[in-house]
């Protein structure tokens, strides 16, 4: 149901023109190492792998493959710094070069914005707007908390803990990085961090930043390589405390690899979050709650709301807002300053989010997509929706990460708790509503981690975040967050 404008607008009768983001200040060198001990470094085994634009499929450059003896160089690198600089500094003095670190993040946020786009395939506007500003305000943040630890944890003496193995996933590559490292070295750790296989620039960018900052060699070491690589970090025996962000299945496995240990841990794994309208709600907002909740970052976030519960009066009205809002999306070049929704971050992950276009169509649901055009070349998914399915199908199950939205309507609010709560995950939610009482009894019974009320998909580093059941185990961010960092004594 297109409205005349954004009918024009698909017809190619009228368009906008190109707003390209300039990549004249990015520098990326032909090839990385591995950043340990304050240098990059060659792998042990001289492998290398190359790092892919997905919205051109074009190779940007190549990255070392670490392996199990470089993550151990690492550890030890990490141990060492601990042992003889950052375990041993003033809280005052680690503060000042996190203060350093985030200051120069926000100097280079252009460079840094336009390589998390070209990496990952998520929008400009997403990686100035959101990624980079947020993952430097990490860094400010718990700044700030470095020589205030005792006013944390009041009463008790907070100490750090070691060296922290750190694996983090493709969807916010630079965030991430900047959400395990800035409690973790602020706390007085040290760090050996496995970004992902598909997006390792940005962090190996932070690794020149890093150098930059004048950071004592070892405090932070980021080795790029695969599963394996991660699978080395966290089970390295001299590592004591193991952060990992990503799917719940490599998450079941590292809980297990952990069982018996006394290494601390914190999983942050999927999710499957419910948005929630009623009736009394505002309801174009409420449609722009959605669009941001599943089409934002390609869906390709952890809490995005991929499920709609959809008040049965207002359910027809909704979808049909939602439907128009579809038609005016644009798919596409992640670095034009207009585009709404980027490339799928890797072939393997468009492959996953087709199949679960498939089983949708497959168990009976009604698929709705966007009708615009997409580039031919690079990795692109249309904004799409599914109405007519139940509780049961797996499209309402089962985390698709991508920008798949599956609509359900309820009568009562008891139903829609029922219907929020029945999934294996519990990271995040919605509700939109004009009744306040309405939201706390709502936020009170959804069993997820963060609940949005009247907004989606707001994120601050003053907050924690994390999930129940099958989402993880632990907090990240705000005070919450330095509790996974340090041991409390008297
Ligand atoms: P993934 O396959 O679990 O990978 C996450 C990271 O773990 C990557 O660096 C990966 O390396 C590494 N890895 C793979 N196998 C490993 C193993 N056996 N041991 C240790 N590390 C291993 O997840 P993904 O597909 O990249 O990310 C998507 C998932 O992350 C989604 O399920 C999403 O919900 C979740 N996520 C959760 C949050 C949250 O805060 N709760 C935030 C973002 C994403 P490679 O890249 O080389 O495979
Ligand atoms: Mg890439």
Not at 51 to 76: F, H, L, M, S
Not at 329 to 357: F, H, R
Not at 368 to 376: G, L, N
Request: net charge neutral; with cysteine.
């Amino acid at each position: 149901m297109a409205t005349p404008e954004n009918k024009l607008a698909f017809d190619g009768g009228w368009e906008y023109d190109p707003a390209p983001e300039s990549t004249d200040h990015v520098n990326i060198k032909k090839r990385y190492g591995l950043f340990i001990n304050g240098e990059f470094v060659a792998p042990e085994k001289g492998k290398y792998f190359d790092t892919v634009n997905p919205a051109t499929e074009e190779k940007i450059c190549r990255v070392a493959e670490g392996t199990e003896a470089d993550i151990d160089k690492a550890v030890k690198a990490a141990r060492e710094a601990y042992q003889t600089s950052w375990g041993r500094m003033k809280p005052a003095e680690r503060g000042k070069y996190i203060y350093r670190i985030a200051r120069i993040m926000q100097e280079r946020a252009r460079e840094f914005s336009v390589i998390e786009s070209l990496d990952g395939g998520k929008p400009i506007r997403e990686s100035r707007d959101v990624d980079i500003p947020l993952a430097a305000a990490h860094f400010f943040y718990y700044a700030g908390w470095a020589d205030k630890l005792e006013y944390a944890f009041p009463g008790r003496k907070a100490k750090s803990l070691g060296v922290a193995g750190q694996v983090i996933p493709w969807n916010f590559p630079l965030l991430m990085a900047a959400w395990k490292i800035a409690p973790a070295i602020a706390c007085g750790n040290t760090v050996v961090l496995k970004p992902a296989e598909t997006t390792p620039l940005t962090a190996l960018k932070l690794a020149e930043v890093i150098a930059d900052a004048g950071l004592p060699p070892g405090v932070v070491n980021i080795v790029t390589g695969a599963g394996a690589a991660g699978a080395a970090v966290v089970q390295h025996p001299d590592v004591d405390k193991v952060a990992f962000t990503g799917s719940t299945n490599v998450g079941r496995s590292i809980q297990k690899a952990l069982a018996g240990t006394n290494k601390k841990y914190t999983l942050e794994l999927g999710g499957k979050a419910a948005n929630i309208i009623f009736a009394d709600a505002a309801i174009d907002q409420a449609v722009e709650g959605i669009v941001n909740g599943i089409f934002f970052n390609q869906g390709h976030v952890c809490c995005a709301g991929s499920r709609l519960l959809v008040q049965e009066s207002v359910a027809d009205e909704v979808i049909a807002k939602l439907k128009d809002r579809m038609e005016t999306l644009i798919v596409g070049d992640p670095l034009d300053k207009n585009t709404d929704i980027g490339a799928i971050n890797s072939l393997m992950q468009l492959e996953k989010v087709q199949s679960y276009l498939k089983i949708g169509k497959a168990e009976g649901a009604e698929m709705h997509q966007s009708s615009c055009r997409v580039p031919k070349k690079g990795y692109w998914c249309r904004p799409t929706i599914f109405t007519g399915v139940s509780q049961s199908n797996r499209v309402v199950q089962e985390e698709i990460f991508g920008p798949v939205l599956a609509i359900q309507t309820f009568r009562r609010e008891d139903e829609a708790i029922i219907k929020a709560n029945n999934t294996p995950y519990g990271l995040s939610g919605g509700v939109w509503t004009d009744k306040g009482s309405k939201i706390f009894k709502m936020t009170q019974d959804m069993r997820a981690g963060v609940v949005w009320a009247n907004t989606f998909n707001k994120f601050d580093p003053t907050s924690p975040f994390g999930g129940y059941k099958e989402s993880g185990v632990g907090r990240e961010g705000g005070l919450h967050g330095l509790d996974a960092y340090v041991k409390l004594g008297a």
